[in-house]
Structures are given as C-alpha cells and as structure tokens.
C-alpha cells in the first residue's frame, strides 16, 4: 500500500487565489512528522513547512499553511494569495522515527499559477 | 557550510562504467540521506548515516551501490558497472537532531547514463 498519496498529478490556479494540494499518508506509529517540499524546474528541493503528529495546531509558515485531519490521515497543503512563482511540484512527506527515519514521498502534484 | 553542497552537477558515463557523486552535508548535521529521484517525480530512499556511521541501508542495491560518509570528507554515493536505468536524479539531505528538524536537500546530481 501507499504510504503518501497525492491524488491530483496537475492542478491550475489563478494568481492571487487560494490552492489547496492534497496529501493523505498511512502509518500505524504514533510518532511520525509530515513534510511539504516545493520542487521549481530548477530541481532544487525547498523545504516549505512541517508538520508532527503529536502538534495541536495546524502548521503555518507565510502564505502557507497545513491543514492536518489526524483522523482522516490527511495533511493538505494550502497556498494563500498564489503567485506566478509558486509554479512547481510540490511533494508531501513522511518522516516515521521507528521506520528508519527516512522521508517517503508522495508522487507529486504539478501546480500551475495563471497570470 | 550552510547549504547542503552536491558535485558534480552533471556526471554521464557510458553503461558499465563507474559514477561517484559526492555531497558535503550541511556542517553539525548529524544525518546524511541519499536518494533516488526518477523522471521528476518519484523519489526513492537509498541509504541513510548517523554521522559517518551507516544508519539504514534498506534502500541500496547492494551488488553496484556504495557509499561513505567519512570524518572530515564529503559523503560519497559510488555506482560500479552503471546501468540505463541508473540514470536519474541523485539528492543527497541533511538534517540536524530533533522530531521537527527538516532534511534539507542539495540541488542533486543528474546522472545520464549512455
């Protein structure tokens, strides 16, 4: 099974709006962190913001924010005010300390802002 | 440093030919990470160290893949014998102790093999 799940390979934007990228993970430990990365063409990898699974508040970090549903095993990335920049892949993460501590990553959703 | 610095940023070999990758992790960093990056989307976990002591190996395909992290020298990522699909993106992470801390990845190495 599919430990990060991104179900939205593309998704269009207008600038200025919201976006709001899913992701939703499986795990049976009780410790575990999750993580956005924003990757441009570049390539580079751009860690955007975190989120671990014992934190009561949902994570913000600028214009972005995580929208952690816990129960639902979701943690969706929302993008306020787009910009033309924030054109890129954007991958969701998890972290699982008694997994080996790697990060497993979703497949990706493309984000395309329009002018 | 304060980035995480990976050479070269391009590296072709014919198939069957060596590749070393190397990466400096981000100093007092003390987890390194290699992975895997295929046709822009999927990444996959190689190897993992704890300082220059290997952590998890899970990830390597052990008959071509090596690596080290050595005292006082870049970590490496060696591929004997290269294949075709041994050509991708290869990123090496950091990441400082902590639940909340990061890995914070270099720009890659694209590996094109011929």
């Known amino acids: 099974a599919q430990k990060i799940t991104q179900t939205q390979p593309g998704m269009f934007v207008q600038e200025k709006e919201a976006v709001t990228l899913d992701c939703t993970y499986d795990?049976?430990?009780?410790?575990?962190?999750l993580f956005w990365y924003k990757q441009p063409s570049s390539g580079e990898m751009i860690f955007l913001i975190y989120?671990?699974?014992?934190?009561?508040q949902n994570a913000t970090e600028g214009r972005y924010s995580l929208n952690f549903q816990k129960a639902r095993k979701s943690a969706n990335l929302v993008i306020s005010a787009s910009q033309l920049g924030d054109s890129a892949m954007y991958f969701c993460?998890?972290?699982?300390?008694?997994?080996?501590?790697?990060?497993?990553f979703g497949g990706g959703t493309r984000l395309m802002v329009k002018p | 440093g304060e980035e995480v610095a990976q050479t070269p940023k391009h590296l072709v070999r014919g198939e069957g030919q060596k590749a070393k990758l190397y990466c400096a992790p981000i100093?007092?960093?003390?987890?390194v990470f290699w992975y895997q990056q295929v046709l822009k989307n999927e990444f996959k976990f190689l190897i993992s160290?704890?300082?220059?002591?290997?952590?998890?190996e899970t990830g390597m395909p052990k008959e071509r893949f090596s690596a080290k992290c050595l005292p006082n020298s870049p970590c490496s990522l060696e591929i004997q014998a290269t294949k075709l699909e041994d050509s991708a993106v290869y990123f090496c992470?950091?990441?400082?102790?902590?639940?909340?801390?990061?890995?914070?990845f270099g720009d890659g190495t694209r590996l094109s093999i011929l």
């Open positions: 992470a950091s990441r400082n102790r902590g639940p909340g801390q990061p890995q914070h």
């Open positions: 795990t049976s430990d009780p410790s575990y962190g």
């Open positions: 989120q671990g699974s014992y934190d009561q």
């Open positions: 993460a998890m972290r699982e300390p008694n997994a080996g501590n790697m990060l497993t």
């Open positions: 100093k007092g960093h003390s987890y």
């Open positions: 160290f704890q300082n220059e002591n290997v952590f998890d």
